[in-house]
């Protein structure tokens, strides 16, 4: 059995042509992948566990049964967890076509953009921090729209 290290080095530096080097940069590139993959099933399983921590310790203290934090905040932590299953996919989409699903990528950024609002503290940011979120929700929903519409297009 041969070393995938030595194996990796002999293609990269293999006659030194162009189709041996990218062989073996696409190598790295699903290394990476599945490394990251990995690191974000850890990411959601600790996220999942604070929410469930954050949940419990919020029922049974006083006053039992119900959330002395706002809502607002039990939400937020729900879409940390939907931003990171969407970031998930988004690698999981890239190890199975080797392409970025732009779409899917703009559908993440629209996701955290509406965290941020739907959590948005008026009381700590001010009136041009909420100018620079309806920017950016203004900007990723017209990307959307665009590379929706060109999508269609292309599509048999």
């Known amino acids: 059995m041969r070393k995938p290290s030595r194996s990796f080095f002999k293609r990269l530096f ?20 599945k490394i990251l993959s990995i690191a974000m099933v850890v990411v959601l399983l600790v996220a999942v566990a604070d929410l469930c921590l954050f949940l419990a310790q919020q029922l049974l203290s006083e006053p039992y049964g119900s959330f002395s934090q706002t809502l607002i905040e039990i939400f937020g932590l729900f879409l940390n967890i939907l931003i990171a299953l969407e970031v998930l996919e988004n690698i999981t989409a890239y190890l199975r076509r080797h392409i970025v699903q732009v779409e ?22 001010g009136g041009l921090d909420l100018i620079g979120l ?7 929903a017209l990307s959307y729209w665009i590379v929706r519409r060109t999508n269609r297009s292309t599509q048999p």
Do not use: M, P, Q, Y
């Open 14 to 33: 293999a006659t030194g042509s162009d189709e041996n080097f990218l062989k073996a940069l696409g190598g790295v590139e699903t290394l990476v992948s």
């Open 104 to 125: 899917l990528v703009i559908v993440t950024s629209l996701t955290a953009v509406a965290r941020k609002i739907i959590i948005f503290d008026f009381n700590k940011a």
């Open 134 to 140: 309806a920017v950016a929700s203004l900007a990723l």
